[in-house]
């Protein structure tokens, strides 16, 4: 019997996963493929409470976490194209701009 | 024969939450960004598939059409145009905090495993019906959440809407060539 705590077991370690690869990588596009590991962690979440509780705002709210997503995917992706624009490179400690 | 058909669910939970780990592993552990889309495209699979499991089946077809297909596209995009300016991605790898930064991951994991397993919210059986129904009748899990959507969630979808056309503007100017972006050094922008 795969009960919700299995489904929130396999989340955790998806979000940890996606924590270690957002502090760890250096190239700022890998960083957002972490941060997308982490959304995914989350909407995990969402859909085995959903069928827990037999509620659809899970689900719902799941849909709403996915367009969050898309619209932070374009952003960062934007970003990357004006730091390679500016810097010609990827790695996140070149932007430096702002430290004394 | 038997075993296999009286536990389907959980072998397809175990294998599938085995792959969608080591896909996640491989996001984060591969050199190179082309190899870690990949890496990221399956788990994007594997979840969708887990979505499916749990009756979520309109979650999973727009998981795979929005993410394995709208996102993963903008990605490799990004990492073939950073190729082409003659930037190396993979020579960006880690950076030197890297063994506190896994130590740190493996603490939040460990501390949310602990408040999950000492938890008793998630035990109990399930009720899909309510996930399919439409008015007590039983319909698809897509008219149930168009319906939930456009009905009692109608105000935060507007609201959406316009996060997205928020985030398409600053897109296109992130994007631009002639916004005030100049040099440290004063040399020309290429």
């Known amino acids: 019997m ?17 924590v270690i690869g957002v502090m760890m990588r250096r190239n700022f596009i890998t960083v957002l493929m972490s941060l997308e590991l982490i959304f995914n962690a989350v909407n995990l979440n969402l859909v085995a409470f959903s069928y827990r509780l ?28 004006a730091l390679v624009r500016l810097k010609d490179t990827v790695a996140l400690d070149e932007a430096s701009e702002m430290r004394s | 024969m038997e075993f296999l ?3 389907f669910e959980a072998i397809l939970f175990y ?5 969608t780990v080591a896909a996640g592993v491989g996001v984060i552990a591969l050199k190179n960004p082309v ?17 499916v499991v749990r009756h979520a089946e309109f979650l999973a077809a727009v998981q795979v059409l929005v993410y394995a297909g709208g996102i993963m596209v ?15 991605p993979e020579a960006a790898f880690l950076t030197r905090w890297a063994p506190l930064a896994i130590a740190g991951g493996v603490l939040i994991g460990v501390l949310l495993a602990l408040l999950v397993l000492l938890g008793v ?20 899990n897509t008219e149930a959440v168009g319906l939930t959507l456009y009905t009692t969630y109608l105000v935060p979808f507007e609201i959406v809407s ?7 503007i600053a897109a296109i100017i992130f994007g631009r060539r002639d916004v005030a972006l100049e040099r440290p050094d004063g040399e020309a922008r290429p």
Not at chain 1, 2 to 18: D, E, P
Not at chain 2, 121 to 140: C, E, F, N, R
């Open chain 2, 35 to 51: 190899h870690s889309a990949l890496s990221l495209l399956s788990t994007f699979l594997m979840v969708a598939v887990l979505f």
């Open chain 2, 15 to 19: 294998l599938v939450a085995a792959l």
């Open chain 1, 2 to 18: 795969i009960t919700a705590t299995h489904y929130l077991l396999l989340s955790l370690i998806l979000f940890s996963l996606g």
């Open chain 2, 162 to 168: 316009v996060v997205l056309l928020v985030a398409m």
């Open chain 1, 54 to 81: 037999g509620d659809l705002a899970g689900q719902i709210l799941a849909i709403f976490v996915i367009t969050i997503a898309a619209a932070e995917a374009a952003i960062g992706l934007g970003l990357i194209i």
């Open chain 2, 121 to 140: 919210l998630a035990t109990g059986s399930a009720d899909a019906s309510a996930l399919q129904s439409v008015d007590g009748q039983l319909a698809g």
């Open chain 2, 5 to 7: 058909v009286s536990n």
């Open chain 2, 74 to 88: 903008l990605f490799l995009f990004v990492i073939m145009l950073v190729n082409v300016k003659g930037v190396r």
